[in-house]
């Protein structure tokens, strides 16, 4: 009987831990290998010049500008209103029947696959609001995307902060929303900034959603304004690897845009990690 | 009792959606005294304190019958705004929760609330409260320290220090030295007797000795009804009630 018990415990035990470092395995793998195959094109002049000839030779410079460009009108139109949306739902929002809905919106919204989006973008703002196939349009549906995201964030930041903290400026006398604005924002911000990193950092690699707003095959410009099409990292790796004509030819470029993105990637992710780790220091004392 | 009564409880019925937790209580809380509340626990002591200066509002489904009157106010009445009813009536929670921050600002926090003191009034106001609550000598050097460093006894003084700030009329603390050591709990029990001079003090205590040694008046409370209430030797010499008797000898609780 105890030997048994000894034995499926140890079955049990291996099991789980072969699944750890199976995950941790296949993390490795993708690494590694797009690390070996891309890091011999990785230069300065990769990372700062245009494509040249046909895009078989030359940097990357305007995917990384205009994955950044997206990627800050995505921040800057969901994170103000995840935000808001969060301490509506968190800190006023009386449970029933409404709240709920809400809550099943984000849900929903948050399954929807990322082409939908993309093609609610273009009729919302290519189309509807006249941005035209543009930073902007892309940016706002990718903003769309990563809305659940941010608002479950910032709701799951604001339920750390103890619920003393709200109290104890309630008694003294504060109104809610100066209790709100100067006792609970202030500890739930870089909770809700990790939070939104992290969605970002998965917007950054979407490519659907900016198929049909305003990523291009090619540009020989880069972009003058928010109204302008652009080339995006995601969507550059993407023709590379299946839509140039010499294909085996630009596969070093493919790979080393693919290592781009995903440093840039790991960069977002290893921010919001330093976020946490320095606030959590800090509330210590 | 002769004393000028501050708040007065007219029938007070109290709920959490639908549990009664307060059944028709009455009480006449004495202005410059200290009025402690006993009883076992879930009897609804710490719900009646907070009843008195309305943090129940935030509970979920509370809701409050009857009247609370304070200095001959109804604070549940209609016109009443609740923000002016707590600056009135101050509170100190069991669990002393200082917010993280320095302990300057949080002595300041409900002085800041309502604007532009100049900054040198600030300090002024900062340092009397701190003292008000005798912890100014031990924190004098290190204001801008984050109030977290201290220890739990000071953390639970400079909680009072904050409630001070404010200058309300009435103090409620909720078990303020359950967490404390022996010799912590003694410095906030002489705060208390100190404090009655300026405030009126309501103090939820589960320990009778602390009942005994800090309040004038004692109530005792069991399942939601006040049962009895009196000057404290009585309470704790001739009660009235053979519950209150059982309890404070410690026969049930």
């Known amino acids: 009987m105890r030997k048994k018990r000894k034995w499926s415990e140890r079955l049990g035990f291996s099991i789980l831990t072969l699944s750890g470092i199976l995950v941790l395995t296949i993390l490795g793998l993708i690494l590694l290998d797009i690390f070996t195959k891309g890091v011999s094109v990785l230069s300065w002049k990769f990372l700062t010049e245009a494509p040249r000839n046909g895009m078989t030779e030359g940097g990357i410079f305007p995917a990384i500008l205009g994955t950044f460009l997206v990627s800050l009108i995505t921040v800057i139109f969901a994170v103000p209103l995840g935000m808001f949306a969060a301490i509506y739902l968190h800190e006023y929002a009386l449970p029933g029947k409404i709240t709920r809905l809400i809550r099943l919106a984000i849900r929903n919204l948050s399954g929807v696959p990322s082409i939908v989006f993309g093609l609610f973008g273009v009729v919302l703002f290519v189309q509807m609001l006249q941005f035209g196939t543009s930073i902007l349009s892309a940016g706002l549906t990718l903003g769309l995307l990563t809305l659940p995201w ?105 790979y080393g845009t693919a290592l781009v993105l995903l440093g840039l990637i790991l960069f977002l992710s290893f921010s919001a990690i330093w976020i946490r780790y320095r606030f959590r220091k800090k509330m210590k004392g | 009792m002769d004393e000028k009564v501050k708040i007065s409880v007219q029938s007070l019925n109290f709920f959490y959606g639908h549990v009664q937790a307060l059944k028709n209580v009455s009480l006449e809380i004495p202005g410059n005294h200290v009025t402690a509340l006993i009883g076992p626990s879930g009897c609804g002591k710490t719900t009646f304190l907070r009843c008195l200066n309305r943090m129940n509002d935030i509970v979920e489904g509370a809701r409050t019958e009857g009247k609370i009157l304070l200095d001959g106010y109804d604070i549940y009445g209609p016109e009443v705004d609740v923000v002016q009813v707590r600056r009135r009536v101050g509170m100190v929670f069991q669990k002393s929760n200082p917010f993280p921050k320095t302990i300057f600002d949080n002595v300041a926090y409900g002085l800041r609330i309502n604007g532009n003191l100049p900054k040198s009034e600030l300090a002024a106001r900062v340092e009397r409260s701190l003292k008000d609550a005798a912890l100014w000598d031990e924190v004098a050097d290190r204001l801008h ?94 009660p009235k009630m053979k519950r209150t008797e059982d309890y404070v000898t410690g026969r049930f609780g």
């Open chain 2, 145 to 238: 320290d984050s109030a977290m460093k201290i220890s739990g006894g000071q953390q639970q003084r400079l909680c009072i220090a904050r409630a001070l700030a404010v200058e309300p009329e009435v103090i409620l603390m909720d078990e303020p030295a359950s967490a404390l050591d022996p010799i912590a709990t003694q410095k906030v029990e002489e705060l208390i007797q100190e404090l009655k001079k300026k405030y009126t003090i309501v103090i939820v205590t589960h320990n009778m000795q602390q009942a005994a040694r800090v309040s004038d008046i004692t109530a005792f409370f069991y399942l939601g009804e006040l049962i009895e209430v009196d000057r404290t030797e009585k309470i704790f010499t001739k």
């Open chain 1, 150 to 254: 941010t608002i479950t964030a910032c709701e799951e930041a604001l339920k750390t902060v103890p619920k003393s903290y709200r109290e104890g400026a309630l008694a003294l006398g504060a109104t809610k929303w100066y209790a709100i604005r100067t006792n609970v924002l202030p500890y739930a911000v870089p909770g809700m900034l990790t939070g939104v990193i992290l969605g970002l950092s998965r917007a950054a690699g979407e490519t659907a959603p900016i198929l049909f707003t305003g990523a291009a095959f090619f540009l020989p410009r880069l972009p003058g304004s928010l109204f302008d099409q652009f080339m995006a990292l995601p969507y550059h790796l993407y023709i590379l690897a299946t839509q140039h004509h010499a294909i085996d030819k630009v596969r070093p470029i493919a």
